[in-house]
Every structure is written in structure tokens, then in C-alpha cells.
């Protein structure tokens, strides 16, 4: 009679295919695929390269790892505040996406910036004989297996930062047991409000967890405290109603296309998710005569147009302090919507598509008034109507947006201070 393996060596088994089908199918897509092929490509040699980085430098290495980008924002407190911290310790960053380490790989206040190599036994106990972490910090959702094994193993403390958690999460279905065995090897879990807490006491869980907050108030709040001007928007904004609209994809870009016929006096300025040659034709198909931000010289022209697209990366934090009211795109897609605590912290009104179900922090800012879910053209355009005609009810509303930000400040110092209490790293 055959003999059931219990359920985390089982899983573990499960776990050991998914790995090598992963590494198998990314190499494949590759072919074809930019981000797959930059995924394979950035792994290349990166045992060597990585080993070299860190001979080349000396000092503790505290380790952050972020899958993308939206993690590292929500990280980037913590580590800036360690930076200054522990000045003479190094800061080792690494990316599971390239949509993370494409943007950031040049990001000054780190020492090293990586991809992580893909999972496994073999890798990662070579990846932690290379860097010896002191500190490894972990944001809101990557969990590795065999990472986290090892870093217990070695009793190096390790910190899950920013975390959420659901009861519809694999965490806690019908399988989660292995997968609570993950959150089980971290030295403490800060998590981002009390039902992530009762969720996780209501199983068990052993490792230590703190209400801490979301850093991602630190970060955004940070933000708009740093001065920043461009002459090129200025001169397109000119005084005049305008929306910024940012991380839109084709169904938010088709909607906004209707407002600009219903609200004729109204100015958009679109910072498109991807900004690919093709996407940004098919924007400027459905514009009348939009402005490349890239191809502005004569800023005369800026004076009659009404359409400007950010052809760039990294500017979309920074412009939602131009808007009379923000537009944050993705509400119309399975992976719901964007960053809408940026527009919030500059005080602006924020509108965004029907998906945003997991978002807490939109369903927090429909019920004090200051976000607006719409799921029609006709409903953009009378929410938007409502908004730019009333310029007393919107001023109230834009400083209850900044409150709302401003209140839930605190979760990075939180953390820190934690690290310092504890003595988790070594002196300064």
C-alpha cells in the first residue's frame, strides 16, 4: 500500500517541479520574449559577477530583496534610513523581475544591485556563502524556500517588511501549509494593518509579527516633500484644468480618449505603463495631435495642445503635483490598479477603473470621499465633470486626500527601530 508523504514534503516535491518548469519555460520564452530574455540574460555569470562585487568592497552586507518595482518603492524607506543608519555597512538589492532591476539597477544608494538567482538548494546556499548577509529584508510578498531555509539555518535574522495578508491567499487554502512554513523561517513579519494579524494568529503562525503600517506612506510622503520643477509640463499645464494620468493601459487610454471629447476646455498629460514604440502609436492614434514629451523643443507649441505623453521613466511620481485631479490606470485588468497613494499625497483627487478589490488603500479613499471607481465613459466624464466644475468642494477634498497619507506616516521608523533594539546588526 502506498504511503502519503506528509503534506510539506509533498509540497516540497511540487515545489522542486515549479522550479525547474519555471527555469525551463523562461528560457524558452526568451526567444522571443524581451523581458524573458532579459530575466535569462541578467543571471548569466552571476555567481562570478556577484562574488567580485562583493570582494571589491568592504563592510557588513545587509540584503533587500524586492520582486519588482512596486516592491522596491515600498522597500526604498527602509533601506535609505539604513543607509544612514549604519553608514559603514553595504547595501546588497536584488530583483526577481526585470521590470524592477531594468529601472533600478543604477540606484545610488545601493552597493550592489543584482537579479536573484532563480531558487534552489544548490544556488541559493552558494548565493549566501558569497554575500553573508547580517540582515536579510524580504518585501510584502517574495518568499523563497530554500532562501529562507538557509538564511534560519545560518540564524541570520530576516525580516518580512510591508506584508498583507487575506484569507484568500494560497497562505491559508486548502495547500497553504507549506506555504506557511515559508513565513515560519522569518526572525518577524511587520505587517500593514490588524486583519493581517488576526489571519495570521488565527493559524498559528509562530514567527513574531508587528502592526507596523505600510511604508509606502513613508515613501510617498517623501516624495512630494522633494522640490521639483519641469518647464516643459508647466508650460503644457499653463494654468488650465489638467489631469495627470498615470500607468494607463489601452482600455484607460480609450476611455480618457472620450472624456477629452466630452470636457472640450480639459488638458491630459499620460504616463503610459509601457511606453514600447507600438503602445505609443496606438496612443497617438487615439489623440488628436498629442505631444511626445521626448520631442518637445519649441515650448510654444505646448500653449494650444492638449495631450502630453511621458515617453520616459521616472517622472510619474513626481507630476501628479501639476494635476487638478489624477487618473491612476489599471483598474480595467486582472492585476487592478496602480500606485494611488502618490496622487493622494500631493492631495489630488484620484479616479481609477473597477479592479480594485485588493487594493486597500482605494476602498479607504472612496469611503472618505477623495477616490472615485467608475466602470462607464459616461461615468468618467460625470465624475470628472463634478470635480473641475466645483473648485471649493475639491480644494476640501484634495487636503482630506493629503491628511489620509500624512496620518499612516511611521511604518519605516517602526522597522528601524526594531533593528536597532534588537541589535540585529553590528554598530555604525
Not at 336 to 360: C, M, Q, S, W
Not at 381 to 401: P, Q, Y
Request: proline share 5%.
Amino acid at each position: 500500500m502506498a504511503v502519503a508523504l506528509p503534506l510539506n514534503v509533498g509540497m516540497l516535491f511540487f515545489y522542486h517541479i515549479f522550479l525547474h518548469v519555471y527555469n525551463l519555460g523562461i528560457r524558452f520564452a526568451s526567444i522571443w520574449n524581451a523581458k524573458a530574455w532579459l530575466w535569462v540574460e541578467g543571471r548569466n555569470n552571476i555567481f562570478e559577477r556577484l562574488k567580485a562585487a562583493v570582494e571589491n568592497g568592504q563592510g557588513p552586507i545587509i540584503w533587500m530583496h524586492s520582486s519588482s518595482l512596486g516592491e522596491f518603492e515600498q522597500g526604498k524607506p527602509v533601506l535609505e534610513s539604513l543607509k544612514t543608519t549604519y553608514p559603514r555597512h553595504r547595501i546588497l538589492l536584488t530583483f526577481f523581475s526585470p521590470s524592477g532591476y531594468e529601472i533600478r539597477k543604477n540606484y545610488d544608494r545601493a552597493d550592489m544591485v543584482f537579479y536573484l538567482p532563480l531558487d534552489g538548494r544548490i544556488r541559493s546556499q552558494k548565493f549566501l556563502d558569497i554575500i553573508h548577509p547580517e540582515l536579510a529584508i524580504f518585501i510584502k510578498y517574495e518568499s523563497w524556500f530554500y532562501y529562507l531555509n538557509g538564511l534560519k539555518k545560518r540564524r541570520i535574522p530576516t525580516l518580512l517588511v510591508s506584508a498583507i495578508f487575506t484569507p484568500k491567499q494560497n497562505f491559508f487554502g486548502p495547500m497553504g501549509g507549506f506555504l506557511r512554513t515559508l513565513l515560519e523561517s522569518y526572525t518577524h513579519l511587520f505587517v500593514q494593518d490588524a486583519p493581517s494579524a488576526a489571519i495570521l494568529e488565527k493559524f498559528k503562525l509562530k514567527a513574531p509579527v508587528t502592526i507596523a503600517g505600510d511604508t509606502r506612506y513613508d515613501r510617498v510622503a517623501e516624495i512630494t516633500s522633494i522640490p521639483f520643477h519641469h518647464s516643459v509640463i508647466e508650460g503644457f499645464c499653463n494654468q488650465a484644468d489638467t489631469m495627470i494620468a498615470g500607468s494607463t493601459w489601452k482600455e484607460d487610454e480609450e476611455m480618457l480618449s472620450g472624456l477629452l471629447d466630452a470636457q472640450p476646455d480639459l488638458k491630459l498629460v499620460i504616463a503610459p505603463h509601457e511606453i514600447s514604440p507600438k503602445h505609443l502609436q496606438e496612443i497617438k492614434r487615439l489623440f488628436k495631435q498629442p505631444i511626445l514629451i521626448s520631442e518637445v523643443v519649441d515650448h510654444e507649441r505646448l500653449k494650444d495642445a492638449r495631450v502630453l505623453i511621458i515617453d520616459c521613466i521616472g517622472m510619474l511620481s513626481k507630476l501628479y503635483r501639476y494635476a487638478t485631479i489624477s487618473y491612476v490606470g489599471g483598474g480595467f485588468n486582472a492585476a487592478g490598479i496602480h500606485n494611488i497613494l502618490e496622487p493622494a499625497a500631493y492631495g489630488k483627487t484620484v479616479i481609477f477603473g473597477p479592479n480594485h478589490d485588493r487594493t486597500a488603500e482605494a476602498k479607504a479613499l472612496i469611503e472618505i470621499g477623495v477616490g472615485f471607481s467608475y466602470g462607464t465613459k459616461q461615468d468618467l466624464v460625470s465624475i470628472t465633470e463634478k470635480l473641475i466644475s466645483d473648485n471649493e468642494m475639491r480644494t476640501s477634498l484634495d487636503e482630506t486626500a493629503k491628511n489620509f497619507v500624512l496620518q499612516r506616516k511611521g511604518a519605516t521608523q517602526i522597522i528601524v527601530h526594531h533593528i536597532e533594539e534588537n541589535l540585529l546588526l553590528s554598530k555604525p
